[in-house]
């Protein structure tokens, strides 16, 4: 007999007005130059692996995504996640991004850039270049251009100095040696805006006469090369060539123009022979020689303005996009050279570039491109070489808010045999016929949400740059109107109200907030301070708030002066707590808000996440002493812990900043909180994949979990068993851990190791995870059976059921028509079972219920047993917003 599906009544909320911001800058961080003197290989042999993606917005806030593939050569379907939000002042925008290296000679020995061995900066069309302290979030220090309104920054091919395209026409040149932010020198200037900037190749150092202490510079390898020139576009209808040396501007391209108007040249780029490409605001790329600065071709790529453009990593092919929305390839065709050839004095006269392919990725405008891996102009005898049999991966992003992705393989490396699809889209992996996939774009800090739940007061939270929005949901009507997980839902009455809308005076875009069960308390935080409201319903039904002044005092106090900013907040079930996680030193604070009469006062502050513990061979390891590993700067820190050691899960933990030496404290920041049902234990999850478990009834740090491969996204405790925590990962792998008992439970393995394949490879990653509330010991009766998590992701929402075996789950695609042989899967128990036929497995298909009729989702939670709150912002009601798109009618298109 077939069971009936559970049933659940869903509020299916698109009344939350969240706007996300529009993608303004992309950047990778670049590859190491190669050695001169030979004693290291001069090009790459295998693929270097993914990096770093630091996607920056128009609101100021900057995304640091990390690859979520297992290793370089496997796929990885989730592409890149958010790891980390680095928050901008408000108001604030980005305009330009640069990555560059810490130490090159520490980047030549990694496959991919390390977090902790790079540099980010970053200007917002203001006359201040910033740098960003990744590890901290924060910025670490700023420097004044000296000419105005900064338009570009490149950086140059050894990360030794830093090029600044000013208002005032001149480049400025920033060393960034020594880990040192300082001007070196300026430019000629000249009559016109500097909106563009790229680095010639640079030219090998000549070889001296060897000297007796030769071997001990031999690794400075940023003496190896020296730069030559630069190529800038210009404001005025031009491309000019300076010389490094002297300053001077070699020579001026002139591009075309409409009479009466000046031509903008938006990007530039050069390749490793020295051809410059150029986009300008007619739409027309452009291929110069740069020895003769002569134009060699030039092609009607686009409709409107070229905003951008990029180079693939083996410099035979051009990447351009902007206002018309396209992104067009160039590919250079080798050619026979003859007696027609129209640029016989051109010393590259043995191919020409044709304009290749174009494809509609984005509805508005484009502003940045990026490709991985990163093209650096070299001379031709020291270009790098990267296999063919993985595909390149092409990132955009525009006015739409979302980050697309592509895979930008070349025909020609489809005939020595199968590519790998990167993101694992489609089987065809080339520019012209692979898939694209649009990055989700995530409400909240560091890919958590904006959106927040009171349950008991039905009340819906919502926070922006500089304010927050409550609405109150109407309870639900005795009707029929419970829906099937598994259906298609219409729409809901307007069972809703707006109740508070607060600007808030802030410095920077908010970065965390969070409402109390009960409604009577919001906290919101941005970077350097949290505010707390008390909440009070006036006869309208609208909520007055009531700042409770001497909340940041008492939080200082504690911290010793320092910044009471808060990177995540929530509050305890019984709405009597308040746990805040500090922003600038990552330390937990318990906060007891107090009855009536009674200001809010801390209890106990937790340092555990500051603490650098020891690394070994990348993993955490418990219950053993060791010394620290060799790998010590490995990006990820993990520890080494014995558990009845003071100081590590004891009560002796030490709280005061005295007691903790420099050389024991990093740097990180907590990302996400969960609290039991029965508001006992506390999960906190940070940036370096540390979690550590405290126990809020005895107030003291209770144990910490091994450091994972990937990043934490989902947090959440079992009501039914308020000490089984549940984790969801950025490769949507599943953990479950016992925390009472400090050990991963023997019954969970089954659904740990055997998640469906189809499930981990959704492309959007999972961003949380809720349990009906009416499944713990004293519930009220819940439609889910016990144990049974929901978890979600941006277009996805799926049905786990912890404790069921894994076999066949109904999750596989099946070809009507044809039988499937038997299968054999382990159980929980250890023996092997055998799948069963088509018309015996519909018990089984109870466990992985898959729905995705709810799309992009922003927050998915309970407000009541068996009353789930599903909160949506479709991309057409954001798009809507926007101004129009660019649009050319042809003459006689109908």
Not at 400 to 415: C, E, N, R
Not at 603 to 620: P, S, T
Request: proline share 7%; net charge neutral; hydrophobic share 35%.
């Amino acid at each position: 007999m077939v069971e009936t599906p559970p049933t659940l009544a869903v509020h299916r909320c698109r009344f939350v007005d969240f706007a996300p911001s529009a993608v303004t800058a992309l950047a990778f961080p670049p590859l190491p130059l190669p050695s001169v003197k030979g004693k290291k290989a001069a090009t790459s042999q295998g693929f270097p692996g993914f990096g770093l993606l630091a996607v920056g917005r128009a609101n100021g806030n900057i995304e640091l995504c990390e690859w979520t593939g297992p290793n370089p050569r496997s796929q990885a379907p989730q592409a890149w996640v958010v790891r980390k939000t680095l928050i901008g002042p408000y108001p604030s925008k980005v305009e330009s991004l640069a990555l560059t290296f810490r130490s090159s000679r520490r980047a030549a020995q990694e496959e991919v850039p390390s977090w902790s061995n790079l540099r980010l900066f970053s200007a917002g069309g203001g006359s201040e270049l910033v740098e960003w302290d990744i590890e901290k979030g924060n910025i670490k220090r700023t420097l004044a251009s000296q000419g105005g309104p900064i338009w570009s920054i490149s950086p140059n091919p050894a990360s030794t100095i830093l090029a600044l395209g000013c208002e005032d026409g001149a480049v400025r040149l920033v060393s960034l040696q020594y880990d040192e932010l300082n001007h070196l020198r300026r430019l000629d200037r000249v009559k016109s805006r500097i909106l563009s900037i790229a680095w010639g190749p640079p030219t090998p150092r000549q070889k001296k006469q060897p000297a007796a202490n030769a071997d001990s510079d031999s690794d400075d390898d940023e003496e190896d090369w020296l730069d030559s020139w630069l190529v800038t576009g210009c404001s005025d209808s031009s491309l000019r060539k300076w010389d490094f040396s002297t300053g001077r501007a070699l020579d001026r391209m002139g591009t075309d123009k409409v009479r009466g108007e000046r031509t903008l040249v938006w990007a530039v780029g050069v390749l490793g022979e020295g051809t410059i490409v150029s986009g300008d605001s007619m739409g027309i790329v452009k291929f110069w020689d740069s020895k003769t600065c002569t134009q060699l071709q030039s092609f009607q790529g686009h409709a409107a303005d070229v905003l951008c453009l990029t180079v693939g990593p083996d410099g035979s092919v051009v990447y351009t996009s902007g206002v018309d929305q396209k992104v067009t390839q160039f590919s250079y065709v080798k050619t026979s050279r003859s007696s027609t050839d129209p640029s016989p004095l051109v010393s590259r006269a043995t191919g020409r570039w044709v304009q290749s392919r174009s494809r509609r990725l984005h509805s508005h405008d484009v502003r940045a491109l990026a490709i991985w891996p990163p093209y650096t102009p070299l001379p031709p005898s020291h270009q790098r070489h990267y296999p063919t049999d993985i595909a390149p991966v092409l990132v955009s992003g525009g006015l739409d808010m979302s980050v697309v992705t592509t895979p930008a393989a070349l025909p020609t490396a489809t005939l020595s045999g199968k590519i790998m699809n990167p993101l694992s889209t489609s089987t065809q992996a080339t520019f012209e016929d692979a898939y694209h996939r649009r990055l989700a774009y995530s409400s909240g800090f560091s890919g958590t949400s904006a959106v927040h739940l009171a349950r008991k007061a039905r009340l819906v939270l919502c926070t922006r740059e500089a304010g927050v929005t409550v609405w109150r949901l109407a309870k639900r009507k005795p009707r029929g109107d419970d829906l099937d997980l598994g259906a298609d839902i219409p729409g809901q009455d307007r069972g809703w109200e707006r109740v508070l809308d607060m600007d808030l005076n802030v410095q920077t875009n908010l970065v965390s907030g969070a409402v109390s069960d009960d409604g009577r308390w919001i906290a919101v935080s941005d970077w350097h301070e949290t505010k707390l409201f008390q909440l009070s319903e006036e006869k309208n039904g609208d909520l007055k708030p009531k700042r409770i002044r001497d909340f940041s005092a008492t939080l200082q106090s504690t911290l010793n002066g320092a910044s009471t900013g808060a990177s995540s907040l929530t509050f305890t079930p019984e709405s009597s707590k308040l746990l805040l996680a500090t922003s600038n030193s990552a330390i937990v604070l318990v906060v007891d808000l107090g009855s009536e009469g009674h200001s809010p006062r801390v209890l106990r502050k937790f340092e555990q996440h500051r603490i650098r513990d020891n690394v070994v061979k990348g993993r955490l390891v418990k219950g053993r002493q060791s010394s620290p590993a060799a790998n010590g700067d490995s990006d990820v820190e993990m520890g080494l812990q014995n558990e009845g050691a003071p100081g590590a899960d004891g009560a002796q933990a030490s709280d005061d900043d005295s007691d903790l030496e420099d050389s024991r404290i990093v740097r990180t920041t907590i990302t996400r909180m969960a609290v039991s049902p029965d508001g006992q234990w506390l999960a906190t999850s940070d940036d370096r994949r540390r979690t550590h478990i405290f126990n809020l009834d005895a107030v003291q740090h209770h144990g910490s979990l091994p450091t994972f491969p990937q990043p934490v996204h989902a947090l959440a405790f079992d009501p039914s068993a308020p000490s089984t925590l549940v984790l969801g990962f950025a490769d949507n792998q599943l953990e479950v851990y016992d925390v009472e008992a400090r050990q991963f439970p023997r019954w969970a393995r089954s659904l740990v190791n055997g998640v469906p394949q189809r499930f981990t490879h959704l492309h959007d990653p999972v961003l949380g995870v809720t349990f009906d509330p009416g499944s713990g010991a004293e519930g009220e009766g819940s439609p889910l059976p016990p144990k049974t998590a929901l978890f979600w992701g941006a277009t996805w929402i799926c049905k786990v059921m912890l404790t069921e075996r894994i076999g066949y789950s109904g999750f596989e695609k099946r070809r009507r028509g044809k039988r499937k042989a038997p299968e054999a899967s382990a159980s929980a128990d250890g023996r092997v079972e055998v799948s069963l036929e088509e018309g015996q497995q519909e018990v089984q298909q109870r466990n992985f219920k898959l729905v995705t009729h709810y799309r992009p989702l922003l927050f998915v939670d309970f407000v009541a047993p068996g009353e789930l709150v599903v909160v949506e912002r479709p991309l057409v009601d954001v798009l809507a917003k926007l101004p129009p798109a660019y649009f050319k009618p042809k003459y006689g298109a109908t």
